[in-house]
C-alpha cells in the first residue's frame, strides 16, 4: 500500500480509532464501526473536480485494491479514510460499475479493528469454495488485504504488517473478517510486509500471492487462502530501486497477435519512479507455479534502461489489474491511483483527495526493442462521447501556433491528433492548452531527443509543492513517421496515449481558472497536423 511515510510518523502516535473501535471482526463479532464527520454537500461541480474519472464523494483515497469482476460488476475498492483529506487510519472504499464508466458508490467495505488498518490488497471469486466461506452452493468474494498495525509500529518492532482475509456472500456488500487472522504473519519481521495479490493457476491447482517485502517481491501459496506456504523472490537485483517495492501484480498474457504467453510483473515503487516520488514498472519473464524468471532479451532491456515503466508521467502509481474478467472478455484491465506522494497531500482541493486514472486495457507486444506493454483507454468510455469535431488538416510553420477551436470546453474532452514527422526530425512540437490569465500546460515531442515532455512549469497553482512544478521527458517507444496522440483532458489532468499506447503519460495540473482554448505549436521547423478529431465528454456524476 503506497503511503507518504512522514504523515504516517504523525500518524501513527495520533490513532484515535482504537478507542472506538470493538473486538475483531469476526463472523460472530463485528468490527464497530466509527461515524465518519458530516462533509459538505458534494456537488461534484467543485473545482478542479474530475467529471469522468472516478473520486470519492469526500475526503482522502490513495491505492487502488481489491479490484474483482463478479455478476457482472466491476469492483473498485480503494484506500480511504473518511475522516480527513489527508492520509490516516486506512479503510477499503467500495464502488462497483457495470461499464467501467459509471460508478455506484456503497458503504465502507473494510474497517480498522484492534488488529490494525486495512492496507492495500487484492479480491478473487472462490469458484470452487476452496475457502469454506460459500453457502448454498454460491461461491464466496475473499478478500486478501495487509494489516499494519500502528501500535507495534510506534513500538519500533518490524513485524508491525501481516496478512488477513475477509469474505462476502452477499456481492460484496458486506464482509466477515476471519476469526484466524493473521492468515500470513510477519515471521521475518519484514518492515515492509504487504499488499498481496493473489490469482488462482490452474496449472498448480492453488493459489498464488505475490507480496511485496520492502526491495523484492515473494511468492506464497495456498489451497484454501488460509494457510500460507513462501515458494521464492524475485527483484532484489532488477529494476528501479530508488524506493519501496508497493502492490505487486503478476498477470498471465499473451503476445498480441500470437499464441504465445509471457507473464508480466507489475511493480509500484515510491519514491524512485520516472518523474521522481511514486512510480509502476515491469517485468516479462515466465512463471513455473514456484519461480518467476526473466526472459533473457527483457533482462537486456533492463540492463540498458534500469527499468521500464507502465506510465512514465508523474502521476500514475499504485496500479494493479481486475481479477476474475471473463475468459470471453479476455482483456488485461488495469487501474491507478492519479497521484504522486511526493505532493498527493497538499493538491488545492477541497472536500475530497485524489482521483484514479482511466480503466485501460494492457496489451504486450513483443517489437523491434523486444517484449513492451501497450496501455489503451478501454473502449466502454466512448459512451461519454457527445459532440464531436473533425479538426481540418494544417501545417504548423516554424514557431507559430494554430488555435484549434473546437467548440466546447476543453477541460472535458478527448482529442486525437495525427502528425506527420518532418524529414529533419528536429522540430519541437505539440499541443498546449491555456487560459485568459497567461497559464498554460504543455504536452510535446522533441524531435531532436526523440522524447515526449509534459511541461507544467506554468500550468497554475503549483505553490503546495516546490516539487510539482517541471517539465517531465519520456523516449519515444515507437519508430513511426506518424506520431498520434490520443488525449483525455478532465478539469485537472491530462492522460496521453502515445502511438497506439506504445507510450503513456498521466499528468495533474491546477488552472486558476479551466483551460479554455487549445492549439497546436511548432518550434525550429514546420510540421503538419494530417488529421485529428475531438469529441466533449459527459460526466459520469450527471449522465
Known sequence: ???????????????????????????????????????????????????????????????????????????????????????GPMHWGHAVS?????????????????LGYIFSGSAVVDWDNSS??????????V?????????????????????????????????????????????????????????WHGESQRWIMALSARDHVQFWASKNLKNWAFLSDFGREWGAHGGVWECPDLVRMTVQGSNEVRWVLILNLNPGGPQGGSGTQYFVGDFDGKRFVLDTSFARTLREKGAMWVDSGADNYAGVTWSDVPAEDGR?????????????????????????????????????QGYRLFSRPVTELRKLRDDSLAIEPVTIAANTSVALDIGFPVSRSEILLEFELPDS??????????????????FGYDGSARQFYSDRTASGDASFSE???????????????????????????????ADDGANVMTETF??????????????????????????????????
Not at 180 to 192: R, S
Not at 337 to 362: F, K
Open 1 to 87: 500500500m503506497g503511503f507518504l511515510k512522514q504523515s504516517a510518523k504523525i500518524l501513527l502516535s495520533l490513532w484515535l480509532l482504537g478507542s472506538l473501535l470493538g473486538v475483531a471482526g469476526g463472523c460472530s463479532q463485528p468490527t464497530v464501526q466509527p461515524t465518519p464527520p458530516v462533509a459538505a454537500a458534494v456537488t461534484y461541480t467543485e473545482q478542479y473536480r474530475p467529471q469522468f474519472h472516478f473520486s470519492p464523494p469526500s475526503m482522502w483515497m490513495n491505492d487502488p485494491n481489491g479490484m474483482v469482476y463478479f455478476e457482472g460488476e466491476y469492483h473498485l475498492f480503494y484506500q480511504y479514510y473518511p475522516n480527513d483529506t489527508v492520509w
Open 98 to 114: 457495470t461499464d467501467l464508466v459509471y460508478w455506484k458508490q456503497l458503504p465502507i467495505a473494510l474497517y480498522p479493528d484492534e
Open 132 to 141: 469454506g466461506f460459500g453457502v448454498d452452493g454460491r461461491p464466496p468474494l
Open 143 to 199: 478478500a486478501i488485504f495487509t494489516y499494519h498495525n500502528p501500535d507495534l509500529a510506534k513500538a519500533g518492532g518490524k513485524d508491525h504488517e501481516y496478512q488477513g482475509i475477509a469474505w462476502s456472500n452477499d456481492r460484496g456488500r458486506s464482509w466477515n473478517k476471519y476469526p484466524g487472522n493473521p492468515v500470513l504473519p510477519n515471521t521475518q519481521k519484514l518492515q515492509d510486509f504487504r499488499d498481496p495479490k493473489v490469482f
Open 332 to 368: 488485461t484491465i488495469f487501474i491507478g491511483w492519479m497521484g504522486n506522494w511526493d505532493y498527493a497531500q497538499q493538491v488545492p482541493t477541497s472536500t475530497w483527495r485524489s482521483a484514479m486514472t482511466l480503466p485501460r486495457e494492457l496489451q504486450l507486444m513483443l517489437t523491434g
Open 425 to 442: 526530425g528536429s522540430v519541437d512540437f505539440g499541443l498546449e492548452l491555456g487560459n485568459d490569465l497567461g497559464e498554460r500546460y504543455r
Open 467 to 497: 516539487k510539482f512544478p517541471g517539465v517531465h521527458r519520456a523516449d519515444r517507444m515507437h519508430e513511426d513517421v506518424m506520431l498520434r496522440l490520443h488525449l483525455f483532458i478532465d478539469a485537472a489532468s491530462i492522460e496521453v496515449f
Open 510 to 543: 491546477f488552472p486558476t481558472r479551466e483551460f479554455d482554448a487549445i492549439s497546436v505549436y511548432a518550434n525550429g521547423g514546420s510540421v503538419r497536423l494530417s488529421k485529428g478529431e475531438a469529441w466533449s465528454l459527459k460526466s459520469i456524476w450527471q449522465p
